[in-house]
């Protein structure tokens, strides 16, 4: 892409150089804009049957916004007497999930996370649209966390770098253009890596109820879940198969004791299907590991979330993790001499661990799994040996997989930083858009 004739500094370092012929403002000369409110929480009547659309920020999902998964009353608008967003309103979140953007298509009211801009402005919004989440941020602060704060007086003094009208318009259209197909490949990416990913868990389902040889004789389990499995295997429950079933606490002091080195405790953000991910990991002294000398963490281990969002999340422990423990969200199984660590994790993993979870958290109505039930779930196994060739085959065509996925993930990484390369460059003049 071509570059325009001529520069001129700015003397802000973010942004450089910029076309002679735009300019540089602050976000109060240039747009009138409104945040929202919420109502008091403890009182029902300004939410039960409401019938206004409400816009909080898990609702800023895609371009456009035409209703909201929660709802305010008429009587919430009587008493508190908000301000009514308008129809075609451009919406900012700037608290929690900064910089994420809207267009609202019909009237509506938004919560306190979100400011919104007037449509009635010479500015092309669409142009705004691209270039709001990339400069407003720049004016915000950090909390000791590095996450970025924003409050109504940085954005009001946030720097926008300003084209005249005419090029707003056709950067707009040239980036709802390319945002769109580039957008699109992603979408493609992912799809694919959904399917990957569905193929190596069949894979596994397969293979952890019917063994790798077709020609073995079937029998029936009699637990539905499970169905049929090879004639010489056995259906037993986790506690016959196990010789510890626990957890951790949290350390008296909580995140107040955690350390920046140290030996690392465990918590369900630092499980996953495909590892333990240790680069959020909290820290711990001797002292205090030693104090929660239940829950230390053995090589050969399998680690299962058992509470929150991330329940049944899994993996094993193996020697390259040395000393570790567990907080109370995170179950500690240790194999015995009947199962391998591996095959116990990818039993958990497969459908046949994650129905049983399902299934007693929606028939409980438990928020977390306690061990009297994880100790009574049921798998099928089958000996030592078969396990070894069971997880064998698997990791065979599993790493094939993986793969496949590390491929696909570092293509969606790639397309989705040009993405934010292109909009970069062009709301900021780096390069031309020619009509």
Known sequence: MKKYEKYKPTNIEWIGDIPEHWKISKVKY????????????????????????????????????SDSSNKITDKAIEDLNPTIVPKGSLLYSFKLSVGKVAFTEIDCYTNEAIFSI????????????????????????????????LNQE???????????????????NYLNKKTQEI??????KKQLYK?????????????????????????????????????????????HIVSKVGSGVTPSGGASVYELTGIPL????????????????????????????NSKVHSGDVLLNITGASIGRCFYVD??????????????????????????????YSNIGQEQIRKEQTGSGREGLNFE???????????????????????LHANQMEFRLMKTKKLIDLLTEYRSALISDVVTGKVKVIE
Do not use: C
Request: charged share 25%.
């Open 319 to 348: 020697e390259t993790l040395g000393e570790a423990n567990v907080n109370q969200h995170v179950s500690i199984l240790r194999p015995n001499n009947k199962v391998l660590t591996k095959y116990l994790y990818y039993i958990l």
């Open 183 to 188: 957008d699109q490949l992603i979408e493609d």
């Open 266 to 293: 465990l918590r369900s953000q630092n499980i996953h299907f495909d590892g333990l991910r240790l680069d959020d990991v909290a820290y711990i002294n001797e002292d205090i590991h030693n104090s929660m000398k």
């Open 195 to 239: 399917l990957i990913k569905e193929e190596k868990t069949a894979l596994i389902n397969q293979v952890i109820t019917k063994g790798i040889t077709s020609s073995q004789n079937l029998k029936n389990s009699n637990i539905e879940f499970i169905g049929e499995i090879p004639e010489n295997w056995n259906v037993k429950k986790i506690k």
């Open 30 to 65: 240039n747009f009138s804009f409104r945040t929202g409110f919420t109502p008091p929480s403890g009182k029902s009547e300004y939410y039960n049957d409401g019938n206004n659309v409400w816009i909080n920020i898990g609702d800023l999902d895609g371009k456009y916004i």
């Open 118 to 149: 007037d449509p009635d402005n010479e500015d092309n919004l669409e142009f705004f649209y691209y270039a709001l989440p990339q400069q407003i941020i720049k004016n915000a602060n950090e909390n000791i966390y590095g996450a970025k704060i």
């Open 373 to 395: 039930v994880l100790k009574n779930f049921q798998v099928p196994l089958p000996e030592i040996s078969e396990q070894e060739s069971i997880i064998n085959y698997i990791e």
């Open 154 to 172: 940085l954005i009001k003094n946030a720097d926008l770098i300003i084209p005249p009208p005419h090029e707003q318009t056709l950067i707009a």
